[in-house]
């Protein structure tokens, strides 16, 4: 789990797939660098498929977007 001013993720699964891949952190850092809140889950997602990471996630950004 992890929140900035612009992103707050909370994630649940494999553990050492969620850590690996910093996940909550990736996405916040993607929506503080302008990054979309749909487009930052989808690329964390795409990598994680990749390296057949299982967890499941859900953000919000500061504007009250979600990705699941």
Do not use: M, P, W
Not at 13 to 38: F, M, N, Q, S, Y
Not at 41 to 54: D, F, G, L, N, P
């Amino acid at each position: 789990n992890y929140a900035n001013r612009y992103a707050g993720v909370s994630a649940t699964g494999v553990g050492e797939d969620i850590v690996d891949l910093a996940v909550a952190a990736t996405i916040c850092a993607r929506a503080e660098d302008g990054v979309t809140l749909k487009e930052a889950v989808s690329k964390t997602i795409r990598k994680a498929k990749k390296q057949k990471a299982q967890f499941g996630l859900v953000a919000i950004s500061k504007d009250g977007h979600y990705g699941l």
